[in-house]
């Protein structure tokens, strides 16, 4: 019995010490609290303030607080160390505590709640009893796509100056959430003209990791550096955040081989074959053009014979005569019919086997029947003096007859 008394009265005991404590726990709450930013964005930084508040009738001491959280707000930038807070009074007290959280970008979008465990003591009738207080505060992360903006020139790694090459953009969502409604809008640097029509892309989703590529045609001028400017604007997946910016793209332009194109012809008449064209074709750039391959095309009444040319060199400046031989459609109409010279060339500056290309744009002057005599007119001549000389000799030999009768008589 004597045994049964003690352990019962140990029971009491602890019992009473655990209501004893029990009483001093979650003494202490938030008040004026507050997450900035709100709505909070992943990749992005949170900061929680608050007032503490103590409900009991006396003073806490030594109170530390430490924040807590699970997979994968903190286990993958946990919060080091705890706060302490020290003394409180009864009440509100005035300081203010702020808590800095890094939230991954790789973190799904949802609500999380991180816990701030406050430990005190308090001294008590019974003695200094040891109790805390758990103040949760939950807050909704949205996931950030993050669209990515990069060019790259379609075989050399740069521009090449006055060609008119094609810049692939490369649109990427690094983020971790799907981006919607993306509107790109590119315009161009210095020396820097975008010959596309369209300069302004719109996709409806581009989900994380993936990519799609917009060609803008470009061309550079007088320059060695410039660049493509992107202004993004799109929207997270569920459409409750929008995001924006500006991402520069820098270009390298080299020096090209550049064509201007002139003729001293006066013109051809129609009706006419095999006939040569003089063109003088003038190297306006600024290195070298080597082993060009020139081409001629040409529209209705001019039908190119010989439409190839071939130039071993044509230094800065300098300027080469090629010919072409055309043909002349007899319906033709006197005019000026525009021709088209296609330029195919190596630089010393190119990556190996690298082909250049251009175009240079003229015209051809047709006019009316060519002066001296035509093919044709000359065969019509032939023919009239062969029947003349027939008919003489046909003459001639018949009043030879006439003559001999006579001679017989």
């Not at 758990?134 to 990515?148: A, C, E, R």
């Not at 093919?375 to 003559?403: D, F, H, L, P, W």
Request: charged share 10%; hydrophobic share 40%.
């Amino acid at each position: 019995m004597k045994t049964k008394s003690i352990l019962l009265a140990f029971a009491a005991l602890l019992m009473f010490s655990g209501v004893a404590m029990a009483q001093y726990d979650n003494s202490l709450s938030m008040v004026n609290m507050s997450v900035s930013p709100n709505p909070v964005v992943a990749g992005g930084n949170v900061t929680i303030r608050f007032q503490l508040y103590n409900a009991y009738d006396n003073w806490l001491y030594g109170t530390s607080i430490q924040p807590t959280s699970s997979y994968p707000l903190f286990n993958v930038s946990p919060i080091s160390g705890s706060y302490v807070a020290g003394q409180l009074s009864q009440g509100i007290n005035s300081k203010y505590y702020n808590y800095t959280i890094y939230v991954p970008k790789t973190i799904q979008s949802g609500v999380y709640t991180v816990d701030f465990t406050a430990t005190y003591f308090v001294y008590a009738a019974t003695g200094t009893e040891v109790a805390s207080s758990v103040m949760p505060v939950s807050f909704y992360v949205y996931n950030k796509p993050d669209i990515k903006v990069t060019a790259s020139t379609t075989g050399p790694t740069v521009l090449y100056e006055g060609q008119n090459q094609t810049v692939e953009l490369m649109v990427q969502n690094t983020g971790y959430g799907t981006a919607r409604n993306i509107t790109i809008n590119v315009t161009s640097g210095t020396g820097l003209d975008i010959l596309s029509p369209v300069k302004s892309f719109f996709i409806s989703n581009l989900t994380t990791g993936s990519d799609i590529e917009e060609p803008v045609t470009v061309s550079a001028q007088n320059t060695t550096d410039t660049k493509l400017v992107a202004s993004i604007n799109y929207y997270s997946s569920k459409m409750q955040q929008e995001f924006g910016s500006t991402q520069s793209m820098n270009l390298s332009v080299a020096p090209s081989a550049q064509f201007s194109i002139s003729s001293g012809d006066k013109g051809i008449g129609v009706d006419v074959t095999d006939v040569p064209v003089n063109f003088i074709i003038k190297n306006t750039g600024t290195t070298s053009a080597m082993e060009m391959q020139l081409n001629l095309q040409s529209a209705y009444p001019i039908t190119p014979v010989a439409s190839s040319a071939y130039v071993p060199e044509l230094a800065p400046g300098q300027s080469a005569n090629v010919t072409f031989l055309v043909s002349v459609d007899s319906a033709g109409v006197p005019g000026n019919y525009p021709v088209t010279v296609f330029e195919q060339w190596k630089q010393p500056d190119g990556a190996t086997n690298q082909q250049f290309t251009g175009q240079s744009n003229y015209f051809i002057p047709v006019v009316g029947a060519q002066s001296g005599i035509s093919n044709t007119e000359i065969g019509i001549i032939v023919v009239v003096v062969i029947a003349i000389v027939v008919i003489y000799a046909i003459r001639k030999r018949s009043k030879a007859k006439s003559m001999s009768g006579l001679k017989k008589k």
